[in-house]
C-alpha cells in the first residue's frame, strides 16, 4: 500500500510541476496554462462556436474560473463572444485570428520545454507509463 501512496504523490507532484513550468514558459507572452488550454480546446473546434460549459468539459484541470478565464482572453482579443442564438443564456465563445496566431508561437514554446523530456522515455516506456495511468483511473 505503502508503494501506492508514493506513486500517487509522484504522479500529483510530476503534474503540478509540468503545469507550473508550462505557465512560466508562457508568462512572456502574458499566458498561463488554464488560458492555453482554453485556446488549444477552441482551436480544436475548427471555428465552431463552443460554449463554456463544452469548455469546461475538455479542460484538462477542470475549473470554475472558465468564464472568467474567457473574459481575459476576450479583453486581449484572442476569442470571441457573442450569444447563442438558440439559447439567449449562453455565450458562443470562438478563437480569433489574433488568438491562433498566438496559439502558434505558444505551441513552439511548450514544445521546446517538452522536447528535452522526450528523450528521458523510451516510445514503449512512454506508452505504458500512459496505459499504467489509465489503469489507475479505471479506464
Same mark, same amino acid.
Given at each position: 500500500?505503502?508503494?501506492?501512496?508514493?506513486?500517487?504523490?509522484?504522479?500529483?507532484?510530476?503534474?503540478?510541476?509540468?503545469?507550473?513550468? *508550462?505557465?512560466?514558459?508562457?508568462?512572456?507572452?502574458?499566458?498561463?496554462?488554464?488560458?492555453?488550454?482554453?485556446?488549444?480546446?477552441?482551436?480544436?473546434?475548427?471555428?465552431?462556436?463552443?460554449?463554456?460549459?463544452?469548455?469546461?468539459?475538455?479542460? *484538462?484541470?477542470?475549473?470554475?474560473?472558465?468564464?472568467?478565464? *474567457?473574459?481575459?482572453?476576450?479583453?486581449?482579443?484572442?476569442?470571441?463572444?457573442?450569444?447563442? !442564438?438558440?439559447?439567449?443564456?449562453?455565450?458562443?465563445?470562438?478563437?480569433?485570428?489574433?488568438?491562433?496566431?498566438?496559439?502558434?508561437?505558444?505551441?513552439?514554446?511548450?514544445?521546446?520545454?517538452?522536447? !528535452?523530456?522526450?528523450?528521458?522515455?523510451?516510445?514503449?516506456?512512454?506508452?505504458?507509463?500512459?496505459?499504467?495511468?489509465?489503469?489507475?483511473?479505471?479506464?
Amino acid at each position: 500500500m505503502n508503494n501506492y501512496f508514493e506513486a500517487v504523490f509522484e504522479i500529483i507532484r510530476t503534474g503540478h510541476w509540468i503545469t507550473d513550468s *508550462v505557465s512560466k514558459e508562457l508568462k512572456e507572452f502574458d499566458i498561463y496554462e488554464p488560458q492555453f488550454n482554453v485556446l488549444r480546446i477552441l482551436r480544436g473546434a475548427k471555428g465552431k462556436p463552443v460554449s463554456v460549459n463544452t469548455i469546461l468539459e475538455h479542460m *484538462v484541470q477542470r475549473s470554475s474560473n472558465v468564464t472568467r478565464i *474567457v473574459d481575459k482572453l476576450a479583453l486581449k482579443g484572442l476569442v470571441k463572444r457573442t450569444l447563442c !442564438p438558440d439559447d439567449r443564456r449562453k455565450m458562443d465563445i470562438i478563437i480569433t485570428n489574433k488568438g491562433l496566431e498566438l496559439l502558434k508561437k505558444l505551441d513552439k514554446k511548450v514544445d521546446s520545454f517538452h522536447k !528535452p523530456m522526450m528523450t528521458n522515455l523510451s516510445s514503449d516506456e512512454a506508452e505504458t507509463l500512459k496505459q499504467l495511468i489509465q489503469k489507475l483511473r479505471g479506464k
